[in-house]
């Protein structure tokens, strides 16, 4: 028996509402049968009355609500329809719960969820990946949970930090990943895995780049090339101290996210490396990320617009010639 990335997030979910009275999920169409866009709290409704809220078509005011609500003692799990939406409750979001606690010294323990990312023929309102955003700003939490046990762990820590998270769950990956079982423990928040190893170049990356580069790491391994890639699991709080370790062994470093390229999390990492190893780097870092244009719909365009296992290893080519 498998279990999907999807289910695993359902699995989370459900675990916190048994486990914790003052968790709920307040989201558009996430009780009653229809289980949220994409059926993550499918079920959940009926074996927790009460407990899984419908929520008016208002991003604005379903943070606003979750916000009263953790200033009451509530743990909240907010469901965004799509990432892209959640731009309608920034001022929620970035100025009410990410401030609250350094103006007050009371936490507000929110989590917001985001189906991220593209699928073919999503088009440009249902397919931006905005942990870059959310990460610009004090206050949050922005996890971008990459395998099928990352997704189990990573939601549950989440509603346990008193802090406000942004958890950027990838459409493409809920039924794409498999895993044999859901574990029983993760890394800590704020800690990058080594999803490879390697000696001749590093790949720093997340969410669902991260399997376009293992694929990658994978095809240069037949030519003997040792790629090490590095999966940063949040990319606020990001983890420096690894990502400078494995440039260190390596002496190259390729940057991959799905993010439109203007600042980001790949310059992030970039400008950690130049300024605090730059005595490391063999070669100049580079990157990849999505174009910047709006996210085309048709698929052929789609899968140009977004970074590819055959667009990562063209890049990382060119960084290992140099």
Known sequence: MSITYLE?????????????????????????????????????????????????????????????????????????????????????????????????????????????????????????????????YPGLVVMTPATVEDAYTMLIEAVAIDDPVVYCEHKYLYYHLKADRLPTEGLPIGKARIAREGRDLTIVTYSAMLHESLTVAEEFANEGLEIEVVDLRTVKPLDTDTVLASVARTGRLLCVGESFPWGGATAEVIARVTAEGFHLLDAAPARINAKDTPIPYHPNLWSAHRPSAKTIAEKARNLLRE
């Open 8 to 136: 695993a997030i359902r699995e989370a979910q459900a675990k916190l509402l048994r486990d914790d009275d003052r968790v709920f999920i307040y989201g558009q169409d996430v009780g009653g049968n229809f289980g949220g866009a994409f059926k993550a709290t499918k079920g959940l409704a009926k074996e927790f009355p009460g407990r899984v809220l419908n929520a008016p078509i208002s991003e604005d005011a379903m943070v606003g609500t979750a916000i009263g609500a953790a200033l009451q003692g509530m743990r909240p799990i907010v469901e965004m329809q799509f990432a892209d939406f959640s731009s309608i409750a920034l001022n929620q979001i970035l100025n009410n719960a990410g401030t609250h606690y350094w103006r007050t010294n009371i936490p507000i323990p929110i989590t917001v969820r985001l189906p991220s990312g593209g699928t073919k023929g999503s088009g440009p309102f249902h397919s931006q990946s905005m942990e870059s955003l959310y990460a610009h």
